[in-house]
T-cell receptor
């Protein structure tokens, strides 16, 4: 079945540091890949997505590239801010659909001023 | 603004009480909605798929008699936790897809349920 393995946290960085959160997946075919962010006490918000190999999703300075050869979708940001403190979830959905999602375990990010 | 509204956002009740959580799609129709459960510091686990006009589809290990799902209209799905006990305390989140099947879902803000 499908699965998502995500870098364990928590991750603590200083403001303006470089961020990488690793995500690898197991799936058949060509799933769509997503990064969601969850701020304290809130639901999930879509951060970015990629639907095919070599696609790069980007939003709010965050980027992730769909790497079919390494089955990875690592999240990166060149300079984090305190407001980026949240939990980040990597997720996939089956090929051609964004419906039923399989989530990674989530990574807590804390950015210190 | 939010496209999926979830209510209540927080509820505390005594053991044995039944609790209903609503999930509404705003300004769009959702024939399918999803219910997730999230334990502290853990990921979201899909509980069930709510289908408008038909029975919900439950994931393996989820008690359908414990977690009653009703999707009575194209904009509303409800999750009722029946005879809740402390182990049912959790963060429950709904989601609804909008548009084509390859479009991302919209998530509600979640309901924090605490059973005393």
């Amino acid at each position: 079945g499908n699965s998502v393995t995500q870098m364990e946290g928590p991750v603590t960085l200083s403001e303006e540091a470089f961020l990488t959160i690793n995500c690898t997946y197991t799936a058949t075919g060509y799933p769509s890949l997503f990064w969601y962010v969850q701020y304290p006490g809130e639901g999930l918000q879509l951060l970015l997505k990629a639907t095919k190999a070599d696609d790069k999703g980007s939003n709010k300075g965050f980027e992730a590239t769909y790497r079919k050869e390494t089955t990875s979708f690592h999240l990166e940001k060149g300079s984090v801010q305190v407001s980026d403190s949240a939990v980040y979830f990597c997720a996939l959905s089956r090929e051609g659909s964004a419906r039923q999602l399989t989530f990674g375990s989530g990574t807590q990010l804390t950015v210190l001023p | 603004g939010a496209v999926v509204s979830q209510h209540p956002s927080w509820v505390i009740c005594k053991s044995g009480t039944s609790v209903k959580i609503e999930c509404r799609s705003l300004d769009f129709q959702a024939t399918t909605m999803f219910w997730y459960r999230q334990f502290p510091k853990q990921s979201l686990m899909l509980m069930a798929t709510s289908n408008e006009g038909s029975k919900a589809t439950y994931e393996q290990g989820v008690e359908k008699d414990k977690f009653l799902i009703n999707h009575a209209s194209l904009t509303l799905s409800t999750l009722t936790v029946t005879s809740a006990h402390p182990e049912d305390s959790s963060f429950y989140i709904c989601s609804a897809p909008q548009g084509a099947s390859n479009q991302p879902q919209h998530f509600g803000d979640g309901t924090r349920l605490s059973i005393l």
